[in-house]
């Protein structure tokens, strides 16, 4: 079996992550998607991040209607930061030796690949496919770690979570950015205000 994980802030969860995990899932032949909603992100501490429980419930509103995606809890369930090197080792055991597994991870968040605790060990624990959006600049992440990834291209838009924040602070509509489960729940939970 082969399963990609994208884990995440998802804060909020949106078409270019959905966009990038099916095409990924499809163009590399893995199985399923299990995403990961990171629980305590120990690089993105600050007050705009939402409770994990929302986030999830947005995940899981997100990926409903797609049978190759899976949501996991493996990170909200687990005390103390959420660090990939200890999820990869957890899914390691959940799933066996004879998974392959690969973490999904957007070839702009590589840059910063020397805050990730234990990182050498994380790309020996599974395989790492960094995705590229049109007009990201590859050159710009080390060669040493670019080396040790594998890189996939992903077609769509240039959605960002932050952007998304930032609409709905100021009344400015969110449709087609994010599915409309996932807009109705930031609605209905005031999300983001």
């Known amino acids: ?7 995440g802030t998802f804060n909020p969860i949106h078409y270019a992550h959905l966009l990038s995990a099916e095409q990924v899932r499809e163009g590399l032949g893995y199985d399923k998607i299990l995403f990961v909603p990171a629980a305590r992100p120990p690089h993105k501490l600050h007050p705009e991040i939402v409770s994990a429980e929302h986030r999830y419930q947005m995940v899981l ?6 049978p190759y995606f899976e949501v996991s809890r493996i990170e909200l369930d687990r005390a103390g930061p959420s660090y990939t090197v200890q999820t990869i080792k957890a899914l390691r055991l959940l799933y066996g030796k004879t998974t392959e597994l690969a973490w999904i991870i957007g070839a702009d968040s ?15 624990q599974c395989t790492m496919i960094a995705t590229t959006r049109p007009n990201y600049d590859l050159e710009r992440v080390p060669s040493e770690i670019r080396n040790r990834v594998a890189t996939f291209r992903i077609t769509g ?5 932050t952007e998304i924040r930032e609409r709905v602070r100021n009344n400015v509509s969110i449709r087609y950015l994010v599915p409309a489960a996932v807009e109705t729940y930031i609605k209905q939970h005031q999300l983001y205000q």
């Open 61 to 66: 509103l997100a990926t409903a209607d797609n």
């Open 157 to 161: 838009s240039d959605i960002s979570a």
């Open 110 to 124: 590589l840059i910063e690949y020397k805050i990730w605790k234990d990182f050498d060990e994380v790309l020996t």
């Open 1 to 7: 079996m082969k399963i990609a994980i994208m884990g």
